[in-house]
C-alpha cells in the first residue's frame, strides 16, 4: 500500500496506545509501519520473508529501539502471542490462513487490507451466495467490520481486484466452541445446497438422523445453528 490517506486510515484504526505491542504480518517496504510509528507504540514487530525487504527495513528503522525484525514466513508466526494490536496488507492467497491464525491468536484488534469479496463472505447473510463457514467463522469468533473499499492504485504495483480495509476484534468464545467451528464448519458447508442429512450420512452414517436442523440446507442456517451442527459433530467424535 502506498497511499498516504489509506495508511493513515490503518494506523487511525489501531487506537495504538504507548503501552501497545504492535505485530505487522508482511511489512514490505514498511510504509504502514512509518505510520503505525507515529502512533507511539511500546514495541512494533515487523514479519517479512522477502530478503531484499528485510534489508531495506533494517535501513529504515536503524536508529528506532522500538522495532524489532523478523525474517519469516507470515505463517510461521501465526497464531500471534503477545501483542495487543496487529496489522497486515497481506498477501490475499494468504486471507485464510491469516484469519484462522487470528482465531488461534491473543490479540485486542487487527486492522488489515483483504480482497473485498473475501472482505464481503466475512460479513454474508445467510442465504446468500456469499455465505459461508468463513461467514460462520469470522461471525461468531469475531467483531468484524469492513470500513472502507479501497481501490487499485492505493497499492504499487496495483492489484486486479479492489480491496477492503477490515477491522477485526476477538470475541470471547470458549476454547472448545472455538474448535469445533474450526474443524467442522467446512464440513457442513462442503455441499451447502444439499440437506444436512445428505452432506452428514457420509460421515456419520445412521447417527445423522439425531442432528440438528438434519433437513434443513447448510447456507440457510445461522451462523448460531451453525455452531449447534458443528458442536453435536465435536461430541459425536469424542463417543
Known sequence: M????????????????????????????????????????????????????????????????????????????????????????????????????????DFERAVMTFQREFAERMVASPGSPDYGSLTVISSLLFNVRIVAIVGKRAFRPPPKVESAIVVIEPRDVEPEVRDALLKYSKIIFSRRKRTLRNVLKPLVGEKVESAPHVDERPYHLSPEEILEVALWLRELGSE
Do not use: C, Q
Open 2 to 105: 502506498v497511499s498516504r490517506k489509506w495508511l493513515n486510515v490503518m494506523a487511525d484504526l489501531l487506537e495504538v496506545r504507548s503501552t501497545d505491542s504492535v505485530i505487522e504480518l508482511g511489512a514490505g517496504t514498511g510504509n504502514l509501519s512509518e505510520e503505525i510509528l507515529r502512533r507511539g507504540p511500546k514495541k512494533l514487530t515487523l514479519v517479512e520473508k522477502d530478503p531484499d525487504m528485510i534489508r531495506h527495513l533494517r535501513s529504515k528503522f536503524l536508529s528506532d529501539p522500538r522495532v524489532e525484525i523478523v525474517e519469516k514466513d507470515i505463517r510461521e508466526v501465526l497464531p500471534v502471542r503477545g501483542y495487543e494490536k496487529v496489522a497486515a496488507n497481506p498477501p490475499y492467497y494468504l486471507s485464510s490462513v491469516i484469519l484462522i491464525g487470528l482465531a488461534r491468536s
